[in-house]
Structures are given as structure tokens and as C-alpha cells.
């Protein structure tokens, strides 16, 4: 499944932000704070509805990082996603 046909199967206006982490480096402690910071800097702007980590490596990274990275963001570990990317971040857009 591709992310294209994930986001036809959702019938509101859904924003996927996919990150695919070099999973060869998740035991470097340096490379996940960097990573960490990154990820920060690169979503912080956004009010993120859910963090879906794909691998027992990406729950890890992310659950450890979870308050720095996406303070008060879900966080789902559903095998569902992982067609999508090892770390995928979801807004849904709706009308106020």
C-alpha cells in the first residue's frame, strides 16, 4: 500500500509527513539527539494529530524524544503504516 492509496481511504483532508531515519544508526546516541533536534526544528511550526512509529527502533527513538520532539502528540506503533514510512506525522485539516 502506497501512500497515495492511504490517502484515498481517508475521507477528510489529511496532511502526511513521512521521515525515514538511517536505521543503521538508531543505537549512535549522538545521531538520536541530532535527529531528535531535526525533527524539532522541522515540524515544530505544526500541530501534529499523530505520530505513527513503525518499528521497535522508531517507538523507542520516539517515545524517548516525545516531549522534546511533539509535546503532546499521540503516538501509534500500528503495523497499518508501515507502507507509509518508519516515522510518519499526520494533521487532519478541518474547518473551524
Known amino acids: 500500500m502506497q501512500l497515495a492509496s492511504v490517502r484515498a481511504g481517508v475521507a477528510e483532508n489529511v496532511n502526511f509527513y513521512v521521515t525515514y531515519p538511517e536505521s543503521s ?20 511550526g505544526l ?10 527502533p522508531a517507538l523507542q527513538f520516539t517515545l ?8 503532546g502528540t499521540k503516538i501509534s ?5 508501515t507502507s507509509i514510512g518508519p516515522l510518519s506525522y499526520v494533521t487532519k485539516s478541518v474547518a473551524d
Open 25 to 44: 544508526r538508531w543505537d549512535d546516541e549522538a545521531y538520536r539527539e541530532s535527529l531528535a533536534e531535526t525533527l524539532r526544528h522541522q515540524y515544530g
Open 47 to 56: 500541530r501534529l494529530d499523530l505520530v505513527m512509529a513503525v518499528s521497535y
Open 64 to 71: 524517548q524524544y516525545r516531549h522534546t520532539m511533539f509535546p
Open 77 to 81: 506503533n500500528q503495523v497499518a503504516a
